[in-house]
């Protein structure tokens, strides 16, 4: 397997994941508005999930920019 198709699939991995953390931010988000008084829960998950993608953005802009580097 080349390695440009093993980068694309593992940015194609990581922007799943992402996509699944945003996901859950705007169920937090959503809910927050429907229970306000769990806002500190609703709160506490939006934070976690945002760690993740701050820690999870730099590895994909790194896989980026090896693809275009390789291509």
Known sequence: MPE????DLRIKHFTRIEGEYRTEIKRAQ?????D???KKKYERA??????????????????RELRTRRA
């Not at 939006?46 to 896989?63: E, F, H, N, W, Y």
Request: charged share 50%.
């Open 30 to 34: 959503a809910d927050i508005r429907r």
């Open 46 to 63: 939006i934070k976690k999930a945002q760690k993740k993608i701050d820690k999870l953005l730099p590895k994909v802009r790194r896989l």
């Open 36 to 38: 306000p008084d769990r």
């Open 4 to 7: 440009t198709s093993k980068l």
